[in-house]
């Protein structure tokens, strides 16, 4: 216990988070200060996981430097969760010193969750590329199934956990994730591991080599094409096919309103006309690693079916 600066009792419990970066390269002191701004990034996601894992309300945390070693690279933190009474502090306490792996949890389980949202960042940039990464799929199997063994639960409650950690901000988080490994990328035979030494808890070299870390989030679209689907045009520009007209494809994406874009050889006649016609179109998405979904940007026609007499 100790007393804010308003005098007001604070219950605390300090738990230590450290990461050890496996290499036989110098390791960039640029690429340290990145990877620790982006744990300070990621540690806004862990009081909602501790509530998630253990039941336990957390108030707010702090986050401080204990040490870093050079070599392989050692990262020492130490978050400080604050709770509201006595009793929900002894309850995490005890948590920590129970839970079926013993007291070792204590010093490895903020490590633990670390790696954890590391790894759940590369599975989201995976899926937002498109990447095979069967490594990091497998690997990051392998973490909740050791997260759940060490404190007790089962992986479905880990990876709900992790869902609600991630949800909103995504990009953010995968970012981060990218710079948390920024030691080490690029660095022959690296590994990222929770604790202190070359633990089996890590994302190993053969992962950290599936990570595209040179990424573009704004490069990812793709197209879907569809035949004979019902195109109404809300706004026109006689005078103009590339620009100024805006319409729907109900059928395909609901009351969504998107540009429309048309290719040379479409008859432009059929579609000055009429308020709805019949159209084979292409729509272009974006992938919004935010969202986790594919989200329409614009319409292209590529044919106009003459009216039905």
């Known amino acids: 216990m100790t007393n804010t600066d308003d005098n007001q009792e604070a219950y605390f419990v300090e738990i230590p988070l450290n990461l050890y970066f496996k290499t036989d390269e110098p390791v960039a002191i640029k690429d340290v200060a990145k990877s620790l701004l982006a744990i300070e990034t990621m540690a806004k996601r862990f009081p909602g996981m501790l509530t998630d894992l253990t039941g336990i309300d957390i108030d707010h945390y702090e986050l401080s430097v204990s040490k870093i070693e050079t070599g392989s690279l050692i990262e020492a933190l130490g978050l400080m969760v604050f709770l509201s009474s006595p009793e929900q502090r002894q309850a995490l306490f005890d948590f920590l010193e129970n839970s079926p792996m013993g007291k070792p949890i204590k010093y490895s389980?903020?490590?633990?969750?670390?790696?954890l949202l590391v790894s759940e960042s590369y599975q989201l940039l995976t899926q937002f590329t498109k990447s095979d990464a069967p490594t990091i799929q497998g690997n990051h199997n392998t973490l909740i199934q050791i997260t759940a063994d060490q404190i007790g639960t089962t992986p479905d409650e880990v990876r709900l956990a992790l869902n609600n950690a991630t949800q909103g901000k995504r990009k953010e988080l995968v970012r981060a994730g990218l710079d948390v490994a920024a030691p080490i990328e690029n660095h022959e035979n690296a590994s990222l591991h929770a604790g202190e030494s070359a633990t089996s808890v890590s994302i190993p070299a053969e992962a950290i080599q599936e990570v595209p870390f040179d990424v573009d989030f704004g490069a990812y679209e793709h197209?879907?094409?569809?035949?004979?689907?019902?195109?109404?045009?809300?706004?026109?520009d006689r005078d103009s096919v590339d620009?100024?007209?805006?319409?729907?494809?109900?059928n395909v994406l609901g009351d969504a309103r998107l540009r429309i874009l048309f290719d040379t050889d479409v008859d432009m006649d059929l579609v000055t006309t009429q308020p709805e016609v019949t159209v084979d179109a292409t729509v272009t998405y974006r992938n919004d690693i935010n969202k986790g979904a594919l989200v329409p940007k614009y319409i292209t026609v590529t044919k106009v079916y003459p009216l039905q007499q």
């Open 223 to 236: 197209s879907i094409g569809y035949i004979e689907t019902l195109l109404q045009i809300r706004v026109l």
């Open 109 to 115: 389980l903020m490590g633990l969750l670390a790696l």
């Open 243 to 250: 620009a100024g007209w805006k319409g729907m494809l109900p």
